[in-house]
Each structure stands twice: as C-alpha cells, then as structure tokens.
C-alpha cells in the first residue's frame, strides 16, 4: 500500500523558514514524479513544485509565487521528499499535500501538514 | 496560466439525483484533465484522468466527458458518500492549475 505522511509544518512569523518532510512507503521517491501541491484555508488547491525521477533527469518546476523562495528536494536513502520554504510570507498560509504525479493524474497524496504565517 | 472555470460553485441535490459538474478552461486544452473529490478534513482522491478515463476504484457513476475548452463530470445517481467538494485540474501547460471547486451539497 502507497503511504506519504507530511509533517514539519507549524506556526511560522513572516519571513522565517521552515522545511516539509513527506516519507513514502510502498514507492519509491527517486524514480517518482513528486509535487507539493497546497490549499489556503477555505480556498482551492494550488500547485506549488514538482521534481521528476531520477530517470527522467530530476528536473524542477515551481509556480512564480515561489521561485527563490522554496526548494524542492528528496533523500533517496530515505525514501523522503522535501521542501524547504524561506522568506515565508501571511499569503504562504496552508495545509501542504505531497503526492505522486503519474504523467497524467496525482493518484497518491499525503494527508496534509498545516503551515501558517503569521505576526 | 489556464484558468479553469468550474460551474455551478454550489450544486444542492438529493440522493439518488443525477449530478451534472463543468470546467471549462480559458484555451484548449485537449483532455489533458483530472477530476478529484475531497471531503472535509481529508486529501484529495482522484475520479477521472484524461478527461474520461475513471481511476481505480471508482464506482461506475462517476464518469467524466470532453475535450478542448469544456468538460463534465458526471454522477449519475448521487449517493450519500459523494457530498464533497470536486475539483477540475488540468496538466497542458505549465503551471499545472486547478479550478476553485465545485461543492456538492444535500439539499
């Protein structure tokens, strides 16, 4: 059974950073497309970064609002995906999912960590 | 960025009804799109890839349909599991988007 369990999350001032952790099991990070993908209070889902396997390069995306600020990244001997996010800001509020892109859908997705930015 | 326009944003229905959702993108986007459900409290799940091609596990009265700028989700017989909110997500171009959801609630 695929499992992704998020944590890390917390209560942040702006500006602080904190990093995200999301630990697989029954796949396998390194030869996954993996995104973070996350949702503001009461509001929809947003894409945030994806990194693609090591087979296809690794290659990196993250949507404009982040670049510069987060990094995308995995352990392999872990089996762990990151995603370290510095200079936060109050519009970076939200539950953070990882999950697994298959090409065409995200069929496996963790339960959320909650991050929150605030004075 | 394509925008996804989901439709209605509440849609109150009763069980055993039939469930009509639509997303419709702001340039063609072949049918490069998923369906997912979320409840409250919990991840999303996946319905539908590619527009029509329903996920593992999902029951037969969910069914999706289009391709370029519109699309339909369908639920043909509404059971009490299947108040959520569904959302729309397309992967033609970069960044990949999603539609702000569409609510199924009982009326």
């Known amino acids: 059974e695929v499992q992704l369990v998020e944590s890390g999350g917390g209560l942040v001032q702006p500006g602080w950073s904190l990093r995200l952790s999301c630990a697989a099991s029954?796949?396998?990070?390194?030869?996954?497309?993996m995104s973070w993908v996350r949702q503001a209070p009461g509001r929809g889902l947003e894409w945030v970064s994806m990194?693609?396997?090591?087979?296809?390069?690794?290659?990196?995306h993250y949507r404009d609002s982040v670049k510069g600020r987060f990094t995308i990244s995995r352990d392999n001997s872990r089996n762990t995906l990151y995603l370290q996010m510095n200079s936060l800001r109050t519009d970076d509020t939200a539950v953070y999912y990882c999950?697994?892109?298959?090409?065409?859908?995200?069929?496996?997705w963790g339960q959320g960590s909650l991050v929150t930015v605030s004075s | 960025e394509i925008v996804l326009t989901q439709s209605p944003a509440t849609l109150s229905l009763s069980p055993g009804e039939r469930a009509t959702l639509s997303c419709r993108a702001s340039?063609?986007?072949?049918?490069?799109l998923a369906w997912y459900q979320q409840k409250p409290g919990q991840a999303p799940r996946l319905l539908i890839s590619?527009?029509?091609n329903r996920a593992t596990g999902i029951p037969g009265r969910f069914s999706g349909s289009g391709s370029g700028t519109d699309f339909t989700l369908t639920i043909s017989s509404l059971e009490p599991e299947d108040f959520a909110v569904y959302y729309c997500?397309?992967?033609?171009?970069?960044?990949?988007?999603f539609g702000q959801g569409t609510k199924l609630e009982i009326k």
């Open positions: 999950a697994r892109w298959t090409g065409t859908d995200y069929d496996c």
């Open positions: 029954g796949l396998t990070v390194s030869r996954s497309f």
């Open positions: 990194i693609y396997s090591d087979d296809s390069g690794g290659t990196i």
């Open positions: 340039q063609s986007i072949s049918n490069y």
């Open positions: 590619d527009a029509s």
């Open positions: 997500q397309q992967r033609s171009t970069w960044p990949q988007t």
